[in-house]
C-alpha cells in the first residue's frame, strides 16, 4: 500500500502563490504517475495536474501557466507550486497516486484565495 500526505496549504491573497507537498510512503515502486486533484464546495473532485514516473506532466487548460508540478524522487515527495492564485482556485487539494495495484489519496489540504 502507499500512503501519502499532503501539506503546505492555507489562506492567500488573490495574485499570491503557494506550494503544496505530497510525501509517499510504503509500496511506491508500483506508482506509475501522481496527480494533484481539488474539490470546491457543491463541485465535483477535478484533475488539476499530473507528473509520470517518466516525468511527463499534464495540466488542466485553466492553470496552465501558473501551476507548475515537480518532485523529488529522492524524497518520495511531489510538489504543486501555484501563482497567480485566484478566488476560483478555491478547494480542497488532494494528492493521488495511481499504477497498476496501487491507487491512493491523501487526506486533502485547503487552500483559500480570499482578500
Known amino acids: 500500500q502507499v500512503q501519502l500526505v499532503e501539506s503546505g496549504g492555507g489562506l492567500v491573497q488573490p495574485g499570491g502563490s503557494l506550494r503544496l507537498s505530497c510525501a509517499a510512503s510504503?509500496?511506491?515502486?508500483?506508482?506509475?504517475?501522481m496527480a494533484w486533484y481539488r474539490q470546491a464546495p457543491g463541485k465535483q473532485r477535478e484533475f488539476v495536474a499530473t507528473?509520470?514516473?517518466?516525468?511527463?506532466?499534464n495540466y488542466l487548460e485553466s492553470v496552465k501557466g501558473r501551476f507548475a508540478i515537480s518532485r523529488d524522487s529522492a524524497k518520495n515527495t511531489i510538489y504543486l507550486q501555484m501563482n497567480s492564485l485566484k478566488p476560483e482556485d478555491t478547494a480542497v487539494y488532494y494528492c493521488?497516486?495511481?499504477?497498476?495495484?496501487?491507487?491512493?489519496w491523501g487526506q486533502g489540504t485547503q487552500v483559500t484565495v480570499s482578500s
Open positions: 493521488h497516486a495511481r499504477g497498476n495495484i496501487v491507487n491512493a
Open positions: 507528473i509520470t514516473s517518466g516525468g511527463s506532466t
Open positions: 510504503g509500496s511506491i515502486f508500483g506508482v506509475a504517475f
